[in-house]
């Protein structure tokens, strides 16, 4: 039977195609029983596959919560089925893709999903209702055309995101593209960045008063700066720490005006070991930076990073990746050229209006693709990827407005460029006006969700479009961003009109509502959030969308005023009232469609809220490491069938190391898995002081672990090398048991002190 | 190899209702699913009215994805399997599809909110396969998929004389075939008794 494994051995760059068959090898164990729920649901979360609605297999059908009966009851994480479909993020740095990778995105939404590519909010493409044995084969196909889908979830750096304009922009300082890119690959998989108490989201910017890059919302953000050291201009960076959406809004922290290109590295590795050390473990709802930050102040948060610089051992791709930064550089497809002549086509003009963007380089303009709720079906995708190809090459950008870039599009172009996006249904004016609303997946596949952003959205997006011509242009260019719950995945705080889901009980019944959030700030990357006032029922957000509208137009002080100054003058009692026109919710016998969501004619319930994943689960970084002896482990053991004996005892020594290592960092973080640097290190730490010896073995299992390290005259027979594996298994048990103990240890510790205390 | 599919859609398209709205269908799938209509473990209702000539409205089950579906801007029914289906041959896995996508045809058809509007062509056919590796868009594919559809259309209309046709097109599409009868074609409970 032919594999994408094989078939795609040659294309897949060996690094990724390893992680991929290391990952299949973790799914054959997890089926087997060898792994436990917890730490498999965080490694597939690392390796973004997520949770959805319903895969605990239940599910309210609008009457009652029934049963679904998958065809096994085996489980992929805490409650969580393993037949049930997922979702996965794929994650693409700063947004950047090219033709052929979007030929593949489409190709698997069509294959493995429902034939949609969905845009994030974060830069990121999700499909959704894949079966985690999908997975690999899926992850193969992304690596083979140089994406990986590692750390898209759980506890760990998440997208690193960029201004979608960045280096055709006229406000940038510089292009952050190669930045951007740089600290990504330096972070994914980096040892400092595995033992997070939860998510970490890097922005980059261009500049400082648009937008672009939201570095105000993130844990850590960086905006273009240059500056004059001895007379040569400088590039660095304004660095930004501690800021973050969810329930309880962030702004983020200024840590330094300038940091230097050449620092911008080892200093996210020293947040990350700091955060990794302080940060909360226990408590999820206040593990993100932003709350270590907050707790001990961001001066000594500042100490802390600068202390722990100046102890981090030297890495050459701090500054190694200057010379990507010094050679970046992206090819048009056409040569520069102006739109002379006039067009008469008046959909054309409205479409250009708003969906086109001129380049500082002379003659090229941007296109924004208008995705409606972020979403382009596989078809959609492969034509735009021609388009891409005929008209602006591999220059294309997601955004985290849920809508795709072209970039470097001669301008003489545009008309032939309109009529083929019009031609595949893309042509859709208003980007970034107030009927490209943004959404969050929601209840629609989101565990977490509570209303529909999606349902409201879609319902906004038609209502809107039809009336758009006919709104003033300071209604035009309001924005509205919805999201289903309060962890803000739809950056509702940054909206002119926010909103997100909550429920209220009315006559015992549950209604779906949403929160208003009016008056974010877009600009300034995120600058300031909305205000919050009430909620309305969400079957009468658009009216309330319609009169708050018609309101600021009414009684704006003169066309200068802003929505978001309107907002603030008019304030939250007079808000309130308007509120209050449509907060009613009439009793179910009279009108049962508030009680149910938008393009969702279920009886509402809230029942189907389950446990999100968006936090992952906390496992530290000793999980792992023995959670991947166990599977060098296992695959010795298949070599040792296949009669490959000395790779067998090679994998299975390997094992013993990868365990060995893991306990080993628990006390020194820098030590790599190589068995030089870490037997010499495991005897001084753990043998010598006793702490691995068992109570009746005593220090027998680490002598296995240094039999084999001595022994440099190995004979491979079945025989020996069986041993060893026996050998290799007991080892990794008093590993396991070791790390139980010194946790225990450290527990009584701590209760010791309390008590003390 | 063809015969390691399957990754199998069948669509019907439909003989009117083409200006039903889409959303029309998002309360029949989900009372599809309260009241256990089809066979498969029905999950959700995902919705895509907002994309041109996309999936539609979706029912999304564990085994597939049924849809009435708009993918090359014609309207039909769709059902395509996304885990192993049961028979030894492909024509044998086929008709597994076909069947489930019928029994989903036939209960829309019933619907009184669709009485008289909505009716689908069995004559009309598109077969496809969701599986680039073991069945890409090609000749070589079409050649040898020609017999196992000749076995497949005796099952579903003995006798009776049908038009295949395959375009491989843009080979980066995924490899479908359009079948077309030269006489009426038959009820979807007819069908369903063939098979
Ligand atoms: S905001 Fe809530 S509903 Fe929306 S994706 Fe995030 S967690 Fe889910």
Redesign the interface.
Same mark, same amino acid.
């Given at each position: 039977? !032919?594999?994408?494994k094989e !078939?795609l051995k040659d294309e897949m760059p060996a690094e990724l195609a390893q992680e991929i068959d290391t990952f299949e090898t973790q799914i054959g164990l997890k089926k087997q029983g060898k792994i436990d729920d917890k730490l498999f649901a965080e490694t597939r979360l690392r390796r973004g596959a997520y949770g959805q609605?319903?895969d605990n297999g239940q599910?309210h /059908?609008?009457?009652e919560t029934r049963e679904?009966?998958?065809?096994t009851a085996a489980t992929k994480g805490p409650d969580t089925l393993w =037949?049930?479909?997922g979702m996965m993020r794929i994650k693409i740095p700063f947004g950047g893709m090219n033709a052929e990778q979007m %030929?593949v995105m489409?190709?698997l939404a *069509?294959?493995?999903s =429902?034939?949609?590519c969905h845009v994030t909010t974060r830069q990121d493409i999700q499909l959704?209702?894949i079966?985690i044995d999908d997975t690999p084969d899926l992850q193969r196909r992304l690596a083979a055309v140089g994406i990986t889908t590692r750390e898209a979830c759980g506890n760990g750096v998440r997208n690193v995101t960029a201004c979608p304009i960045s280096g055709v922009c006229n406000d940038e300082s510089f292009d952050v593209t190669p930045y951007s890119k740089a600290m990504a690959f330096f972070l994914l998989g980096h040892p400092d960045t595995q033992d997070f108490g939860r998510k970490f989201k890097v922005a980059f910017s261009g500049c400082k008063g648009k937008a672009c890059g939201l570095t105000n919302i993130h844990d850590l953000g960086f905006i273009a700066r240059k500056k004059m050291v001895d007379g040569e201009e400088k590039r660095g960076f304004e660095m930004y720490v501690g800021g973050g959406l969810g329930a309880v809004p962030y702004e983020a922290k200024p840590f330094d005006e300038f940091v230097p290109e050449t620092e911008i590295l080892p200093l996210a590795q020293a947040i990350s070991r700091v955060f990794a050390r302080l940060g909360e473990k226990r408590n999820r709802g206040r593990a993100r930076i932003k709350f270590l930050i907050d707790k001990i102040g961001i001066d000594e948060f500042r100490r802390l990073v600068l202390a722990e610089r100046e102890i981090l051992p030297h890495d050459e791709r701090w500054t190694g990746y200057l010379d990507d930064v010094r050679a970046w550089e992206e090819t048009p497809v056409k040569e520069p050229a102006e739109l002379t002549t006039g067009v008469s086509d008046a959909q054309f003009e409205t479409w250009r209006a708003t969906n086109i963007y001129r380049q500082k380089q002379k003659g090229y303009t941007t296109v924004t693709v208008a995705l409606?709720?972020g /979403?382009?079906?596989s078809?959609?995708m492969?034509q735009l990827a021609d388009i891409a190809r005929k008209y602006c090459g591999d220059n294309v950008r997601l955004t985290v407005e849920q809508n795709i870039v072209l970039r470097w599009v001669a301008e003489a172009d545009l008309p032939a460029v309109y009529r083929e996006l019009e031609h595949v249904?893309l042509a859709q004016p208003g980007a970034g006006t107030i009927f490209d609303v943004v959404s969050c997946p929601g209840t %629609?596949t989101c565990k977490l969700g509570i209303s529909s952003s999606r349902?409201l959205a879609?319902e906004l997006? *038609?209502r809107l479009a039809t009336r758009y011509q006919q709104f003033d242009s300071a209604i035009q260019g309001l924005r509205i961003k919805i999201s289903g719950c309060f962890n803000s995945c739809g950056q509702h705080h940054l909206a002119d009109l926010g909103f997100y889901g909550v429920s209220r009980k009315v006559g015992g019944r549950t209604v779906p509502h949403f929160r208003v959030v009016l008056g974010g700030q877009w600009e300034n990357n995120g600058g300031s959030y909305g205000l919050t006032v009430g909620a309305v029922p969400s079957k009468r957000v658009p009216d309330f969308v319609d009169r708050i509208t018609e309101k600021y137009l009414a009684e704006r002080e003169g066309e200068q005023e802003s929505f978001q100054a309107f907002i603030q003058r008019f304030g939250k009692r007079e808000l309130k009232k308007v509120l209050d026109e449509f907060s009613a919710v009439p009793p179910y016998e009279m009108d049962p469609s508030y009680y149910s969501d938008w393009? /969702?004619?279920?009886e509402y319930s809230i029942t189907d809220i389950g446990v999100g994943e968006c936090a992952g689960e906390v496992v530290s970084r000793i999980d792992f490491d023995l959670q991947n002896a166990e599977r060098l482990y296992f695959e010795a053991q298949l070599q040792h069938e296949e009669g490959n004996y000395q790779k067998a005892d090679e994998t299975a020594f390997q094992a013993m190391v990868v365990a060995a290592g893991g306990l080993v960092r628990l006390e020194n973080q820098d030590v790599p898995d190589e068995a030089d640097k870490v037997v010499p290190e495991f005897r001084k730490r753990f043998y010598d002081t006793g702490l691995f010896h068992d109570k009746y073995a005593g220090g027998k299992f680490a002598e296995y672990l240094f039999n084999r390290y001595e022994d440099t005259n190995r004979e491979y027979t079945a025989d020996k090398v069986r041993l060893l594996l026996e050998e290799t298994q007991l080892f990794i048990e008093a590993a396991h048991a070791c790390n139980t103990r010194l946790i225990e240890q450290a527990s009584a510790e701590r209760k010791a002190k309390l008590d003390k205390d | 190899m063809i015969t390691d599919l399957h990754r199998i859609g069948i669509k019907f398209l439909t003989a009117r209702g083409d200006d039903i709205p889409l959303t029309d269908f998002i309360p029949i799938f989900h009372a599809w699913i309260q009241e256990g209509k089809l066979e498969d473990v029905m999950i959700d209702v995902a919705e895509y009215s907002h994309v041109p000539a996309g999936p539609g409205t979706m029912l999304i089950a564990h085994e597939g994805n049924y849809a009435i579906d708009e993918t090359g801007n014609r309207r039909g029914f769709v059902y395509y399997s996304k885990q192993e289906v049961s028979g030894d041959n492909l024509a044998d896995r086929l008709a597994v599809v076909c069947r489930k996508n019928l029994a989903a045809c036939k209960l829309l058809e019933a619907e009184d909110t669709f009485k008289d509007r909505l009716a689908f062509d069995f004559g009309r056919i598109e077969i496809f396969f969701n599986d680039r590796l073991n069945g890409p868009n090609s000749d070589e594919t079409w050649q040898a998929f020609e017999p196992v559809l000749k076995s497949f259309m005796a099952r579903l209309y003995p006798n009776t004389d049908f038009e295949a046709r395959y375009e491989t097109g843009d080979p980066r599409e995924r490899f479908s075939v359009s079948v077309s009868l030269q006489d009426d074609a038959a009820s979807a409970e007819d069908l369903l008794a063939r098979l």
């Open positions: 039977m !032919t594999t994408w !078939t609605r319903y599910r /059908d609008g009457v679904l009966h998958y065809p =037949d049930a479909p %030929d489409a190709d *069509e294959e493995y =429902d034939a949609i959704h209702y079966h409606p709720l /979403d382009l079906t078809w959609q492969r249904g %629609d349902g879609g997006h *038609e393009r /969702d004619p279920r | -």
